[in-house]
């Protein structure tokens, strides 16, 4: 019942390798999307973020202006902090009950936890293994103005928030290098699966 934390810069292939690991049958537990549960109208994650930041971080339907919140912290290392004194506990409590609700399904289960932010926010967790998925800040670049529509300062702006890839780098028991083509990472993330089912 391996714990597996996958996580990479923006833009780097992370979603390509936990697709391909759950075609493969392990359990994908999506921090995106957790954060998104935690902060969904009527939560108390939301509530605390429109007593931190201001009620006009709630859009008219009720749901979090994202663009609003972001446009707020972003390049504010104490606002950021603030913000993630909010959301972080919620999403580790969350996604502990998944794990613990996957495991509790299927004690074999390989579950993955797909999350950008591990250096900064769970990097102490028990975790089994790390995987980190890699590609040159200048290859991440291009993939975010080609597929994504930013352009280059935007682009950079993105990568540059994210901690280095050294960072990443130095806490990996795996690096999925995917700077190549798909197949070429696909081969390296079956790899990984061979060795996870191994034990």
Do not use: C
């Given at each position: 019942?391996?714990?597996?934390?996958?996580?990479?810069?923006?833009?780097?292939?992370?979603?390509?390798?936990?697709?391909?690991?759950?075609?493969?049958?392990?359990?994908?537990?999506?921090?995106?999307?957790?954060v998104?549960?935690?902060?969904?109208?009527?939560?108390?994650?939301?509530?605390?973020?429109?007593?931190?930041?201001?009620?006009?971080m709630?859009?008219?339907?009720?749901?979090?202006?994202?663009?609003?919140?972001?446009?707020?912290?972003?390049?504010?290392?104490?606002?950021?902090?603030?913000?993630?004194?909010?959301?972080?506990?919620?999403?580790?409590?969350e996604?502990?009950?998944?794990?613990?609700?996957?495991?509790?399904?299927?004690?074999?289960?390989?579950?993955?936890?797909?999350?950008?932010?591990?250096?900064?926010?769970?990097?102490?967790?028990?975790?089994?293994?790390?995987?980190?998925?890699?590609?040159?800040?200048?290859?991440?670049?291009?993939?975010?103005?080609?597929?994504?529509?930013?352009?280059?300062?935007?682009?950079?702006?993105?990568?540059?928030?994210?901690?280095?890839?050294?960072?990443?780098?130095?806490?990996?028991?795996?690096?999925?290098?995917?700077?190549?083509?798909?197949?070429?990472?696909?081969?390296?993330?079956?790899?990984?699966?061979?060795r996870?089912?191994?034990?």
């Amino acid at each position: 019942m391996p714990l597996i934390a996958l996580t990479g810069g923006i833009a780097s292939g992370k979603s390509t390798i936990a697709r391909r690991l759950a075609e493969h049958g392990a359990i994908i537990v999506d921090a995106d999307a957790i954060v998104r549960d935690v902060q969904a109208p009527g939560s108390p994650v939301l509530e605390r973020i429109a007593e931190e930041f201001g009620a006009e971080m709630i859009a008219p339907d009720g749901s979090l202006d994202r663009a609003a919140l972001g446009g707020r912290v972003f390049g504010d290392p104490e606002l950021l902090g603030r913000l993630n004194a909010i959301v972080h506990p919620a999403v580790r409590a969350e996604s502990q009950r998944r794990f613990t609700a996957a495991f509790a399904a299927d004690p074999g289960a390989v579950v993955v936890y797909d999350v950008p932010l591990l250096v900064e926010a769970r990097v102490d967790d028990p975790w089994d293994l790390i995987v980190v998925a890699h590609a040159p800040a200048a290859v991440r670049l291009r993939r975010l103005v080609a597929l994504r529509g930013l352009d280059e300062d935007a682009a950079a702006d993105r990568i540059g928030a994210q901690v280095g890839d050294e960072e990443r780098l130095a806490i990996a028991d795996v690096v999925i290098d995917t700077s190549g083509t798909m197949a070429e990472t696909a081969a390296q993330t079956d790899a990984l699966w061979e060795r996870l089912r191994r034990g």
